[in-house]
Each structure stands twice: as C-alpha cells, then as structure tokens.
C-alpha cells in the first residue's frame, strides 16, 4: 500500500532562511507527487506536481527515486509561506494518499 | 464561478443522529472525492466517483456512503453518526484528464461535531 511519511509536525524558521519540508513516500509503482497547501482560514490547494517541474512562489520539489522522496525547498522564506503543508501521492484515480501535514511558521 | 461548494458549513450532532452533507461543483469535473482531516492525521479518503452514478471506498469508508446522481453533485451520509466521526469533511473534483492526476479543487470544509 502506499504511504507518504512527513516527518516534521512543525517547521519553524526565520524570514529569509532557507526552507526543506520533508517528505518520503512508498508505492510500488510509478509514483505522481504533489504538494497542497493550506493558508489559515482557507482551503487546501494545491502548490506543486512533480511531473510539472515548476517553481510555484519561489518553491521547488525534485523526485528522487532512488530515496524515494519528493522535498519541498525554498531559498529565501518569507512571512506569507507560514501555512499547513501536505505532501500527496496520487494512485490513478483513486483518490490522494496525503501525509500528515507540516505546520511552517516563518518567525519574522 | 464557484468552483467547489459544500453545504453546511458546520454542524454539531447527536450520537445516532443522521445528516448528509452536500458537495458541488461547476467545473464539469468527472471525478470527485470526499476527505476527513484530523489533527495529526493529515487528509484520508472516504469515498470517491470517477463518474455520475460511480462510487467507490477509500481508506476510510466505515460509517459513511455515498451517492453521485449528478455529475456536479456528491452527497456523504451518515446513517448513524458516532464520536469518532467528529472531523472536518472535505470535497473535491478533479477533471478526466490524465486520469485525475491533475489538480483536484477543494471545497472550504464542513465541520462536523457528534456530541
């Protein structure tokens, strides 16, 4: 079965420190990665998909297969980044595995 | 457009009490799923339909059914609610293209509380 593992309940960094959200997934197939965000008092969306290799707000995320994780990074974090963020798996159309959520605050 | 709407926005119920929250969408999406949130557990899925008339279990399906008659509508019953099902609901669509694997729109949320 699948299962994304976010290992940091709480992140919290300085404005203008660099950023890593964590997360490992396990899935035997071909995995397609996500990260949702949800900003305080509005609804989940989403912020990146792998397969898209954007940057979305100065964030990016590389899969790596052979760690079998897809971390989100920023360079330079800034006050509006604090939110929820969850990392999620996609299995055809079944439905996201999401992992538990990293609460990032950016101390000012 | 609206996007994704869910009805009601909170409810509080009693221990074997029945209700059923109402999703909807305008964005003539095939697929559409519902999530419960709960702190420390992330999001988990109920249900999902890739489809009118389609339903299917997810992770979490004991307690709750489903039913898409129409296409930009997806309703989750609870038959008889318990405490355990004390949770923050969420709807969402995705479009047929790529099989779901494009971004699914979430709705803002039900907060539901069985006492």
């Known amino acids: 079965a699948q299962r994304v593992t976010q290992p940091e309940k709480l992140l919290s960094v300085f404005k203008g420190a660099p950023v890593e959200l964590k997360c490992n997934y396990s899935?035997?197939?071909?995995?397609?990665l996500f990260w949702y965000v949800q900003y305080s008092r509005q609804r989940l969306q989403l912020l990146l998909r792998?397969?898209s290799r954007e940057s979305i707000k100065g964030f990016t995320a590389d899969l790596n297969k052979g760690e079998t994780s897809f971390h989100l990074k920023k360079p330079f974090a800034q006050e509006e980044d604090s939110a929820m963020y969850y990392c999620?798996?996609?299995?055809?159309?079944?439905?996201?595995?999401f992992g538990k959520g990293t609460h990032l605050i950016i101390q000012p | 457009n609206a996007g994704v709407t869910q009805t009601p926005k909170f409810r509080v119920l009693k221990t074997g009490q029945s209700m059923t929250l109402l999703c909807a969408q305008d964005?003539?999406?095939?697929?559409m799923y519902w999530y419960r949130q709960d702190p420390g557990m992330g999001l988990r899925l109920i249900h999902y339909?890739?489809?009118?008339?389609?339903?299917a279990k997810g992770e979490v399906p004991d307690g709750y059914n489903v039913s898409r008659l129409k296409k930009q509508n997806f309703l989750l019953g609870l038959e008889s609610a318990a405490p355990s099902q004390t949770s923050v609901y969420f709807c969402?669509?995705?479009?047929?293209?790529?099989?779901?694997?494009?971004?699914?729109?979430f709705g803002p949320g039900t907060r539901l509380t069985v006492t």
């Open positions: 969402a669509s995705s479009p047929l293209e790529g099989g779901g694997s494009y971004e699914q729109y």
């Open positions: 899935y035997s197939g071909s995995p397609e």
């Open positions: 792998h397969i």
């Open positions: 999620a798996l996609l299995k055809s159309a079944d439905g996201l595995t």
């Open positions: 964005m003539n999406h095939e697929y």
């Open positions: 339909s890739v489809g009118e008339g389609t339903t």
